[in-house]
DNA sequence: CGGATGCTTCGGGCCGACCCGAAACGATAC
DNA sequence: GTATCGTTTCGGGTCGGCCCGAAGCATCCG
């Protein structure tokens, strides 16, 4: 048996190590909806001085889970992409593997029900949106990739959330478990896309003091030709 | 906004500090073929002395990522589930970020070409093979898994890898994405399941130094029946 | 029943990481 | 220009983790 390469062992434990202090592990989850949040939020966040802060993200920087823009004199954090995203939330389903955590509190209601995960949805309406799409045939396995289906892109169409030059079959779609409820849930830039859609059309709106989502005004009726009862959600 | 619960952010980051010193993320990558290893042989593995990995096998069974069984005088250790490896994997793809780490040596190319990932199988066959099954109609995208299809277990049995019994419809498959080929293969039960037919049949066997694969005696045929050239693979 | 082998526990030394307050820096606001 | 705010850099204190050698238990072997 040959030693695994010491260089893969080593970046290995150097994304560990990234992860491995509470204080970047919150910030890591604080920004895994998508937003970029300035340094001094995200140190009030972790509950740690602005200097502390500063040099955990310079490594989160450094180690290329962040990604920084300047504006004025505030400095915004974000993931550097949704790989990262998808990281952190590997890892948290993995950290939850005692069945009395993930009973948890009815705060985390309206979460399990609606959030976003970086830039598409989760919970279970992201749960029912893939289920309602795979019922129709609106998804087709590829070689690397999950994709919109002809019949697809014409069902996202007469429910009034594609428009007529869009071509569903160009965007790569994965699918991702879902933290909370364990099922597939429809990520990547086709999950991208569609999560932006149900946002324009109306049918969600964010909260303002949480990740978890809310229907917007013209959402029942919306989401109600998906075939997705909102208030049996 | 409301700060991610603390319980949260300290899962994560006790999972990460499992990860974050090389000599356990060496022992981790020297098992993640599936493989039970005593105690002494990891701790040369990971260049360390006999008493300090005794420490770090005890952590990283304490965190659930190790399972041990005791056989006479020695301890054998092997990853808790096939979870744990996808977790590694995940994170080893995530480190392998520069594309000229991805070149890496000619000695790594027997492993690009054929390897076990946990127990089933990964590189260009495993890409290969799960390109052949989709292309057949053989796979069914399911709510919480990829399913073999009817199709599917039909045309696994004329090529003589199921036997009558078998009803590929009850095993969940998994899609992961492939850390050398960056497409999917084939994991979870079903992907286990077909690799150790593979064994069975005699179409591939395992080196003894390695996580690559060589062919078997019956294998070429086997693979031809397949589609699959491995000369040219 | 000794003697070897595999593994663990114990004790102690070492080094690195984390944390904060104070001060410097840059940009905005007045 | 001056004051203020957000952020970073610097210095120093503290704490925990990693490491090993030696000793203590088990287990197998002759």
Redesign the interface.
């Known amino acids: ?22 204080a ?3 910030i ?3 920004l895994i909806d998508g937003s970029a949040r300035p340094a001094g ?1 995200l140190a009030a ?3 740690i001085a602005p200097a502390t802060a500063s040099a955990h993200l310079q490594r989160l920087v450094g180690g ?1 889970l962040l990604a920084v823009h300047a504006q004025g004199r505030h400095r915004y954090f974000r993931l550097a992409g949704e ?2 995203a ?3 939330e ?3 389903l ?4 005692t069945p009395s ?1 993930r009973a ?1 509190s009815a705060a985390d209601a309206p979460l399990r029900r609606a959030r976003t995960c970086y830039r598409h949805l989760a919970g279970r309406l992201g ?1 029912a949106l ?2 309602c799409l ?1 019922g129709r045939d609106a ?1 087709e ?4 990739a ?1 994709r919109l289906s002809a019949t697809g892109t014409r069902f996202l169409r007469d429910v009034g959330l594609f428009d007529v030059g869009d071509d569903g079959r160009l965007l790569a779609g994965r ?1 991702c ?1 879902d933290w909370t409820e ?3 849930h429809l990520a990547g830039a086709l999950g991208n896309r569609l999560a932006q859609r149900l946002f324009e059309r109306g049918w969600l709106r964010a909260r303002r ?2 990740r978890a989502l809310a229907l917007g005004p013209s959402g029942d009726a919306g989401l109600r030709a998906l075939g997705i009862d909102w208030t049996r959600l």
Chains 1, 2 share one sequence.
């Open positions: 048996m040959t030693a695994p390469a010491p260089t893969s062992r080593h970046r290995l434990a150097e994304i560990g190590s990234l992860l491995a202090e509470p970047r592990a919150g890591l989850l604080a939020e966040l972790a509950g290329g790989e990262v998808h990281l952190v590997t890892l948290a993995a950290g939850a593997r955590a948890s749960v893939f289920e795979r998804l396995l590829g070689d690397d999950i699918s478990v364990r099922r597939f003091d949480s």
